[in-house]
């Protein structure tokens, strides 16, 4: 049986072929056969994966010529002569000339015929000079004085019982295609020339006939002309009837959950259409594996036999959906047991993503290995960069769920963890050198290693600057040395610090001033509640408003880059925290001036009196 494309062949409309007969006689009208919807769209319009019986829709060809036997009326030959009335003679081939064929005929006469009359499908001559060939006289002579012959008609003749029998008793008969003609081909049965239509070559359209030339076939004689010499033969009566048979067959054993065999009859992009003997079934790409299909062609093939399971099937519209995968069970009923987590596995890398990678570990059973799982270096842009479609790769099962069928694989885990063994490598307060490889708004990373990197937080950039960004002190590439100031392993966390290669200046301060310390200092900044003034270089120290006045009480106006003396009233060594006073140091003086007087000094020196006290204080006093 012919196979063909539907998916090429329901797209030919019908033709009405004008067709003249292989003796060159009238035109013939060709009734068309109505084109039969392909098994996808006698399915794609319904939800169940079936495929119907087709069935032929009413045409506008169809409608015009509903009786194709009328049509075939008026197929006919050139001659009107009947055939058998002349006398069949035995002649003897004597040359091949470019149109005709000499052939003697004895009684020292010799006749010519047609040499297309004795061609092959291919076109060449089937006799050579000195062949025997049967022939029958035409009337009248040629110019040259030859007997007119015909070899077609002798073997029409000698073939007739034949043809006249398998008609009447309506059996096949087998016939090779010579020629492709308007509307059809020309079938040699037995020596003598039939016509076939193109309508009734298959159960649908063929759209290159001319590939038919050669092939041997089984055809049924539907028109037969005796008189008129004409010979109408059908291919696809044959083809109907065989089809018909086999389905018969076919729905007396189908059933859902039964196990047949089928070909593979036609491939769409959502599955297979499979011939089970007379009916189509529909084979759903969903319904082909366990695994993961891009298109049908990935499993099987036009042509392939392959065994399936009647999934559904609709007695009424013979709608039949097929499975292939549930002949085998389904992998993911065992698949706790057979990937506990924990385990090794090796699979083919099917598929990349934006957030990781598909690994196939058998058929059916696919894992996901996500983009955090692949290294422990946080660098990673893409799983691209590690690994590509079709690499083979090991991983570790991480997580098992058979309900969402999903496994979680990992492939880091194979490694050993850097950050496990940094306390080991780097030690809190060790010296460690590094690459600048980011900046943030908070700070700066290092990379220290491939796949480890530490923070450098803003506050830890200098002990002396109010750093706003980490590109006020660093930039990308520079290389910078640094202490490690805490290691998180679980959090994947390092923190380093860049100022702590220097001594921190307030450590220094403090171990040299005290609570009521007299220093000078120069305004920084203001704030609603007071001032902050810069004592010593990357010191600061704030003086509250209430702690900004003169010794009459009132407000001093602070504005920055203003410099005054302040007593240190408050520390905090901890909190990096000193307090300052104005008022502080104009109470100092009057405290010194109350002693000064109370306590006078030696007689060797100048006594004091209470005007030279108010003449000091005026003049601004004295520290000592």
């Known amino acids: ?96 000339t470019a149109t005709h064929v000499v052939v003697d005929i004895g009684a020292k006469s010799e006749g010519m015929l047609p040499i297309a009359e004795v061609f092959d499908h291919e076109g060449k001559p089937k006799v050579q000079p000195g062949d025997e060939i049967d022939v029958m006289r035409e009337k009248g002579e040629t110019e040259e004085g030859y007997v007119n012959l015909s070899h077609q008609k002798a073997q029409k003749l000698r073939a007739w019982d034949d043809i006249e029998r398998a008609y009447n008793e309506k059996k096949p008969i087998k016939g090779v295609v010579v020629e492709r003609i308007k509307g059809g081909l020309t079938v040699d049965i037995h020596g003598a020339r039939a016509f076939l239509p193109g309508s009734q070559v298959d159960l649908r359209p063929i759209r290159n006939l001319d590939g038919m030339k050669g092939q041997t076939l089984e055809v049924a004689v539907i028109k037969l002309n005796k008189k008129r010499g004409n010979i109408v033969v059908s291919r696809k009566q044959l083809l109907e009837e065989e089809q018909s ?60 036999q392959i065994q399936v399971k009647v999934l559904k099937y609709d007695k009424d519209k013979q709608r039949v959906s097929l499975g292939f995968k549930q002949l085998t069970p389904d992998p993911w009923l065992d698949a706790e ?116 990197d530490g923070l450098v937080h803003v506050s830890n950039l200098s002990w002396t600057k109010r750093v706003k960004h980490p590109s006020e002190v660093l930039k990308k590439g520079d290389r910078v040395k640094a202490i490690i100031l805490a290691i998180e392993p679980d959090k994947r966390r390092l923190s380093l610090g860049v100022k702590q290669m220097q001594p921190d200046v307030w450590d220094s301060f403090f171990a040299q001033h005290r609570v009521g310390d007299i220093v000078h200092g120069k305004v920084l900044r203001v704030a609603n509640f007071g001032a902050f003034v810069e004592i010593a270089e990357g010191i600061e120290g704030l003086c509250h408003n209430s702690e900004a006045v003169d010794d009459n009480g009132q407000p001093i106006h602070l504005e920055p880059n203003l410099e005054f003396d302040f007593k240190i009233i ?20 009057s405290r010194r001036e109350v002693e000064s007087y109370k306590h006078p000094a030696s007689s060797s020196s100048k006594s004091t009196t209470i005007g030279d006290l108010i003449s000091w204080k005026r003049a601004g006093g004295d520290s000592n």
């Open 1 to 96: 049986m012919t196979l063909y494309d539907d998916s090429t062949a329901h797209n030919l409309e019908p033709m009405t072929h004008e067709t003249e007969s292989h003796t060159g006689g009238p035109a013939v009208v060709d009734a068309p056969e109505p084109a039969q919807p392909t098994p996808a769209e006698a399915q794609a319009s319904t939800p169940e994966h079936v495929s119907p019986e087709p069935s032929a829709p009413e045409t506008p060809a169809a409608a015009a010529s509903d009786d194709f036997a009328a049509a075939l009326e008026t197929f006919t030959t050139e001659t009107e002569e009947s055939v058998g009335d002349d006398h069949v003679i035995k002649g003897t081939v004597v040359k091949l």
């Open 245 to 304: 048979e086999k389905r018969g067959k076919t729905l007396e054993h189908l059933e859902e959950g039964t196990v047949t065999t089928g070909v593979v009859k036609n491939l769409t992009e959502y599955g297979a259409f499979v011939d089970l003997g007379g009916i189509d079934g529909l084979l759903h790409i969903t319904d082909m594996s366990w695994g993961r299909l891009t298109h049908p062609r990935d499993l099987v093939n036009v042509g392939d």
């Open 337 to 452: 047991h057979r990937y506990p987590v924990g385990a090794h596995v090796h699979g083919r890398v099917i598929s990349v993503t934006d957030y990781g990678a598909f690994v196939e570990l058998e058929q059916g059973i696919e894992g996901l290995v996500h983009v955090s799982e692949m290294t422990w270096s946080k660098r990673m842009k893409h799983p691209s960069k590690l690994v590509n479609v079709g690499d083979q790769v090991d991983c570790v099962v991480l997580s098992v769920n058979p309900t969402e069928r999903r496994i979680s694989l990992g492939m880091r885990q194979l490694a050993s963890n850097p950050w496990d063994t940094l306390h080991d490598k780097y030690p809190v307060g060790a010296t460690v050198e590094g690459r600048v490889r980011n900046l943030t708004e908070f700070g700066a990373f290092i990379e220290i290693e491939d796949g480890i």
């Open 570 to 589: 408050k520390m905090n060594q901890e909190e990096k925290k000193v307090g300052l006073s104005i008022k502080a140091v104009g109470e100092e003086a």
